[in-house]
């Protein structure tokens, strides 16, 4: 039987993987799981992917927030960027109108008919404006308000599960 020996350097190279993993955990990808509805049929619940951590937001992105609403029981929402800091949102009879411009939702389809209120939203500087793709079944902006960008975790940027849904965002 043949003796296995581990040098320093062997422990240090281990050592220094653990600790790239565990950065780019940290600063750069969060793994995500979603729970509930909301954002159908995007996402689904259970579907599980990473979020980015870094980069601009941009309008229609999907972001991973902070629970703003002290009434669920959920610890992150999963929802879409609609409005960015200083624009006026506005939805009326079923269309999206940004600072009274009609606006086109791309991922929404002919069939996607929602029974929602008319309203309209003054987003304040350094906040966004987030609602679910399942407008009917979403708890998002038009219950909590706009949300501050420190409460933005990440986009959501990679499904990988389950593995026939696989896909970038």
Request: net charge positive; glycine share 8%.
């Amino acid at each position: 039987m043949k003796k296995m020996k581990i040098s320093l350097r062997d422990i240090g190279i281990f050592g220094g993987f653990i600790a790239i993993l565990i950065i780019i955990r940290i600063f750069i990808f969060s793994p995500v799981i979603v729970d509930g509805s909301s954002m159908a049929p995007t996402l689904y619940d259970s579907d599980r992917g990473f979020a980015l951590k870094i980069g601009k937001l941009q309008r229609f992105s999907i972001v991973v927030l902070n629970n703003p609403d002290q009434f669920s029981e959920e610890e992150k929402f999963i929802k879409r960027v609609v409005g960015l800091p200083g624009e006026k949102i506005e939805y009326k009879n079923n269309n999206l109108y940004i600072n009274n411009k009609a606006t086109k939702e791309n991922f929404k389809t002919e069939d996607m008919i929602w029974e929602m209120d008319n309203f309209i939203y003054q987003i304040p500087p350094g906040e966004y404006f987030v609602l679910g793709d399942n407008r009917d079944h979403s708890t998002d902006s038009r219950n909590f308000g706009s949300i501050h960008r420190d409460e933005i975790i990440g986009t959501f940027r990679l499904r990988f599960y389950p593995i026939s849904s696989f896909r970038l965002f």
